[in-house]
């Protein structure tokens, strides 16, 4: 099957060491520098007082963090990669944006940008599709390159995927949206609550899942409907992997509007969809 079968048949496919050494220098270099930016911010923070939703209300360019649950002063994820950083932009994302649009074959724009650390004994992420998150914006319709700075395995909470949802859930009447590959699921989620966003556990048991232990360097691309999880991290070591969500440049760009938005709502449970945050949860 090619590259493209596969995408259309299981919304995902892995690019075996799609970013060689040189790649992977780079990526490091910057990586060290942006996760120490965002450790100093918590820091700062922390030391004045400010709250951080309030911070990015006024900060219009800096780099966004967020904490862990259970410690302010640890990051547990940053964005606004491309934004903040050019050679980012220049080197790393803009080879991403290339894989897509050989895969699919149509010009893509980076829609948002993030930097899971998933730190030892933390950031499981419940079964979710991420369109569920980004349904205030126009594009129906996203690709997301997932990038590992560390080897992604079982015991450090590597991403589980579907064989093939669509089969698993062909019996389901649920709502779906027109895509550029046709009409894909989208698939019952709760609304509020301490599960807010995560997809309706029986429909979960109904799907086939895989784990798909990444190594460093590997690169996972997936559309925004596939349904996807990850489990905590059992490790003694962080496991750093970034995602890159692309949407087609035909509905148009919309990253700094994604990020001004978030500045003003950093609170906002839409931006922490099935996240291992306080904020994604609220009360339903
Ligand atoms: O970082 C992970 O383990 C999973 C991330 C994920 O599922 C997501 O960001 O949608």
Not at 218 to 239: A, G, I, M, W
Request: glycine share 6%; net charge negative.
């Amino acid at each position: 099957m090619s590259y493209s079968d596969a995408f259309r048949k299981q919304g995902y496919i892995v690019l075996p060491q799609g970013l060689d050494a040189e790649d992977m220098q780079l990526l490091e270099q910057n990586s060290q520098m942006l996760y120490q930016r965002a450790e100093s911010l918590l820091a700062e923070l922390a030391e004045k007082g400010e709250p951080i939703s309030e911070f990015y209300k006024h900060n219009d360019d800096e780099l966004i963090v967020v904490p862990e649950i259970d410690d302010p002063l640890k990051v547990c994820r940053y964005e606004y990669i491309d934004g903040y950083s050019q050679t980012m932009r220049e080197h790393i994302v803009a080879k991403l944006r290339g894989y897509i649009e050989d895969l699919t074959g149509s010009e893509f724009v980076l829609f948002k940008d993030k930097c899971n650390a998933k730190n030892p004994g933390g950031g499981a992420f419940d079964p979710h599709q991420d369109v569920i998150a980004y349904d205030q914006f126009k594009p129906a319709y996203h690709v997301t390159a997932a990038i590992f700075l560390d080897d992604a395995t079982l015991e450090n909470g590597c991403l589980h995927f579907p064989e093939n949802y669509r089969a698993d859930l062909s019996h389901l009447d649920c709502s779906v949206a027109d895509t550029p590959l046709g009409k894909l699921p989208v698939l019952a989620s709760y609304d509020g609550g301490p599960d807010n966003g995560n997809i309706h556990q029986e429909i979960c048991e109904q799907i086939r899942w895989q784990p798909l232990p990444a190594r460093r360097g590997d690169v996972v691309l997936f559309d925004s409907y596939v349904p996807h999880y990850s489990e905590k991290n059992n490790s003694q070591k962080t496991r750093r992997a970034m995602f890159f969500t692309f949407n087609a440049a035909k509905d148009g760009n919309f990253y700094q509007d994604y990020y001004a938005m978030k500045r003003r709502e950093y609170d906002n449970p839409k931006f922490h969809v099935a996240t291992p945050t306080t904020h994604s949860r609220i009360d339903g």
